[in-house]
């Protein structure tokens, strides 16, 4: 009888190890419509943090790269193939806190936020991916179920490897433990990928605000274009597919309708999600009153109260 106990007893351990292995410490979920900022607040959030960091819409935007480059134009027609090809790739996700660049904020200041680089069978595509080709078929390409599917076990592969590992720090009271964590953004983060996640925000602006960012950060590419290539900068306007501010804000109205009525993981709030509208607010205060709703609920002291 103690034989077995102690085999009982070694076969839970065991149990209980793989689990804590799997298990995360701390998991922010930032989900949020098209363009609502949740990219940059989920990188600064993070490197705030020490935590790791995943941008799952960037895996979406592979497989709609991966279709256009084998010219899948109907996605209801050919899933086989793209679920295929996304089986058959590898997405990696580079998060960089060492390599930053500022990030500007369109109401006001600076903060640093770390470089993302999106390797697609370890090709660097991460200017590829955003271009607007790729933002107007990544809506389809994301409402396939079996798509979801063949993306929900990278997601999830990628969150655990990017994942940094509790520490002790000394402190004012003695040693303290920091939790480790990861920070994931995307549409279905808080209600599929991860629902039980410590912490989950909901990042929502209006459609012209969202519309503003976007044209800004593709009038910020084209400039850093032309100034690598003197073809480019020796002309003085934007490329004849370089949308208006007003064009962008009609693309992602319907980016949203996509997106609320797809039939697969629609875009929704999850009912214990923090909603933060930062139509009016500055880069810095939605990045550092997230990050001390996480100290919040880790039993950390926050760092922001003055904001």
Same mark, same amino acid.
């Given at each position: 009888?103690?034989?077995?106990?102690?085999?009982?007893?070694?076969? %839970?351990?065991?149990?209980?190890?793989?689990?804590? /292995?799997?298990?995360?410490?701390?998991?922010?979920?930032?989900?949020?419509?098209?363009?609502?900022?949740?990219? @940059?607040?989920?990188?600064?959030?993070?490197?705030? #943090?020490?935590?790791?960091?995943?941008?799952?819409?960037?895996?979406?935007?592979?497989?709609?790269?991966?279709?256009?480059?084998?010219?899948? %134009?109907?996605?209801?027609?050919?899933?086989?193939?793209?679920?295929? =090809?996304?089986?058959?790739?590898?997405?990696?996700?580079?998060?960089?806190?060492?390599?930053?660049?500022?990030?500007?904020?369109?109401?006001?200041? /600076?903060?640093?936020?770390?470089?993302?680089?999106?390797?697609?069978?370890?090709?660097? *595509?991460?200017?590829?991916?955003?271009?607007?080709?790729?933002?107007?078929?990544?809506?389809?390409?994301?409402?396939?179920?079996?798509?979801?599917?063949?993306?929900?076990?990278?997601?999830?592969?990628?969150? @655990?490897?990017?994942?940094?590992?509790?520490?002790?720090?000394?402190?004012?009271?003695?040693?303290?433990?920091?939790?480790?964590? *990861?920070?994931?953004?995307?549409?279905?983060?808080?209600?599929?990928?991860?629902?039980?996640?410590?912490?989950?925000?909901? =990042?929502?602006?209006?459609?012209? &605000?969202?519309?503003?960012?976007?044209?800004?950060?593709?009038?910020?590419? #084209?400039?850093?274009?032309?100034?690598?290539?003197?073809? =480019? &900068?020796?002309?003085?306007? &934007?490329?004849?597919?370089?949308?208006?501010?007003?064009?962008?804000?009609?693309?992602?109205?319907?980016?949203?309708?996509?997106?609320?009525?797809?039939?697969?993981?629609? =875009? +929704?709030?999850?009912?214990?999600?923090?909603?933060?509208?930062?139509?009016?607010?500055?880069?810095?205060?939605?990045?550092?009153?997230? %990050?001390?709703?996480?100290?919040? +609920?880790?039993?950390?002291?926050?760092?922001?109260?003055?904001?």
């Amino acid at each position: 009888m103690l034989c077995l106990r102690a085999t009982l007893c070694r076969r %839970a351990s065991q149990r209980l190890l793989v689990h804590r /292995r799997l298990a995360r410490d701390f998991t922010i979920a930032i989900d949020g419509p098209a363009a609502s900022g949740k990219s @940059s607040t989920a990188r600064a959030v993070a490197l705030e #943090l020490g935590f790791g960091y995943i941008d799952s819409g960037s895996i979406y935007r592979c497989a709609t790269l991966l279709a256009l480059r084998n010219n899948i %134009a109907d996605v209801s027609t050919g899933a086989t193939d793209l679920i295929d =090809l996304i089986n058959k790739s590898s997405v990696d996700i580079k998060f960089q806190p060492s390599s930053t660049r500022s990030a500007p904020n369109l109401i006001t200041g /600076r903060l640093s936020v770390p470089d993302v680089r999106i390797l697609l069978n370890e090709e660097d *595509v991460s200017e590829e991916i955003r271009k607007p080709e790729v933002n107007r078929l990544v809506a389809k390409v994301a409402s396939d179920g079996g798509v979801r599917t063949a993306v929900l076990g990278i997601q999830r592969a990628l969150a @655990s490897a990017a994942e940094t590992r509790s520490t002790s720090v000394a402190g004012k009271d003695g040693v303290v433990s920091v939790p480790g964590g *990861v920070v994931m953004d995307g549409r279905d983060i808080g209600t599929t990928i991860f629902p039980d996640a410590e912490l989950k925000i909901y =990042l929502d602006a209006s459609a012209m &605000a969202r519309a503003i960012r976007r044209w800004d950060e593709m009038n910020s590419s #084209l400039k850093q274009a032309r100034a690598a290539d003197p073809a =480019l &900068a020796a002309g003085d306007k &934007a490329p004849a597919e370089y949308p208006s501010v007003e064009d962008i804000a009609r693309e992602l109205e319907e980016r949203d309708y996509a997106d609320i009525n797809r039939e697969h993981s629609p =875009l +929704r709030i999850a009912k214990d999600a923090v909603v933060i509208d930062n139509t009016a607010m500055t880069f810095e205060q939605q990045v550092y009153s997230i %990050a001390d709703l996480a100290r919040d +609920r880790m039993g950390l002291e926050r760092k922001h109260d003055d904001l």
